[in-house]
Nanobody, 120 residues
């Protein structure tokens, strides 16, 4: 089994920046696709950004040019740099990773979520 632990959320003013981190630990042979979703109150969870094992990326249209996803394979960590934050970015952010364990089982894992609030 593996675990994902997120950090970096908080309260920020409009136009500010935050950097989210998602660290994987446990039984990890390889991490394939990874990414970030978010869910605002009363809304469905939506994909924010994703990154493949070869670091190809994709973004939701609403965050293109403002958010950057990256990964550090040596640290088993995925990051989301969020700049020019807007009130509509307020949500709980969840990371996910597709991880192959040492027993060669591949599963999707989710973090516990971290709150991002953009408000003046």
């Amino acid at each position: 089994q593996a675990q994902l632990v997120e950090s970096g959320g908080g309260l920020v003013q409009p136009g500010g920046s935050l950097r989210l981190s998602c660290a994987a630990s446990g039984s990890i042979f390889a991490i394939y696709a990874a990414g970030w979703y978010r869910q605002a109150p009363g809304k469905q969870r939506e994909l924010v950004a994703a990154i493949t094992s070869d670091s190809s990326t994709q973004y939701a249209d609403s965050v293109k040019g403002r958010f950057t996803i990256s990964r550090d394979n040596a640290k088993n960590t995925v990051y989301l740099q969020m700049n020019s934050l807007k009130p509509e970015d307020t949500a709980v952010y969840y990371c996910y990773s597709k991880i192959q364990n040492w027993n060669m089982t591949t599963s999707d894992y989710w973090g516990q979520g971290t709150q991002v609030t953009v408000s003046s």
